[in-house]
T-cell receptor, first 114, second 116 residues
Framework: GESVGLHLPTLSVQEGDNSIINCAYS??????FIWYKQESGKGPQFIID?????DKRQGQRVTVLLNKTVKHLSLQIAATQPGDSAVYFC?????????????FGRGTQLTVWP | DAGVIQSPRHEVTEMGQEVTLRCKPI?????LFWYRQTMMRGLELLIY????????DSGMPEDRFSAKMPNASFSTLKIQPSEPRDSAVYFC??????????????FGPGTRLTVL
């Protein structure tokens, strides 16, 4: 099957700046997307999700944008903090797959400098 | 709640040996997932269970891998015989409920497996 990919493998930002992490997907049948955060030595942690019938969804300090025309997903983190340093993954559920099957991208390493 | 519990946290074994990884999901969660994470392939779903029944095992690499869930609070992932290419971090995750637009999985800390 098609896989989720990422534009940038690493991103460095200064504390207080906004971060934008990008993700490209190639399966137009994908109908649900999730962002996960993985800190060093830990398992992934759910951040935010979005359905394919939405363009934008906001959480606490995070916003996910979905552009289905170009099959692009982004995660925006406002006022980035040192605790945001982690690897961020996007994951997709492809229509026709079993309910629990998610396909994960390779990840972007976010480093926040004081 | 204690979260998803995995054991051991680290395992070093020699090629050909049997390896058993263990997972205790969050109490009350009906779904349990096993993942493998490597630098080359990223995070891959191996298998998942619903109410102790395997639902999708299409990600299990080959017959050397097997997973069981004898009850709602315990699952094992077994590799027999192990090979160096099985070296990876294996995660267990659980979820209370799944729907078309709802898939919140809680991951354990992982087991780092090294096969020499």
């Amino acid at each position: 099957g098609e896989s989720v990919g990422l534009h940038l493998p690493t991103l460095s930002v200064q504390e207080g700046d906004n971060s934008i992490i990008n993700c490209a997907y190639s399966n137009s049948a994908s109908d649900y997307f999730i962002w996960y955060k993985q800190e060093s030595g830990k398992g992934p942690q759910f951040i935010i999700d979005i359905r394919s019938n939405m363009d934008k969804r906001q959480g606490q300090r995070v916003t996910v944008l979905l552009n289905k025309t170009v099959k692009h997903l982004s995660l925006q983190i406002a006022a980035t903090q040192p605790g945001d340093s982690a690897v961020y993954f996007c994951a997709e559920k492809q229509r026709g797959s079993t309910l629990g099957r998610l396909y994960f991208g390779r990840g972007t390493q976010l480093t926040v400098w004081p | 709640d204690a979260g998803v519990i995995q054991s051991p946290r680290h395992e070093v074994t020699e090629m050909g040996q049997e390896v058993t990884l263990r997972c205790k999901p969050i109490s009350g969660h009906d779904y349990l997932f096993w993942y493998r994470q490597t630098m080359m392939r990223g995070l891959e779903l191996l298998i998942y269970f619903n109410n102790n029944v395997p639902i999708d095992d299409s990600g299990m690499p080959e017959d050397r891998f097997s997973a069981k869930m004898p009850n709602a609070s315990f699952s094992t992932l077994k590799i027999q015989p192990s090979e160096p290419r099985d070296s990876a971090v294996y995660f267990c995750a659980s979820s209370l409920y799944l729907a078309d637009y709802l898939n919140t999985q809680y991951f354990g800390p992982g087991t780092r497996l090294t096969v020499l």
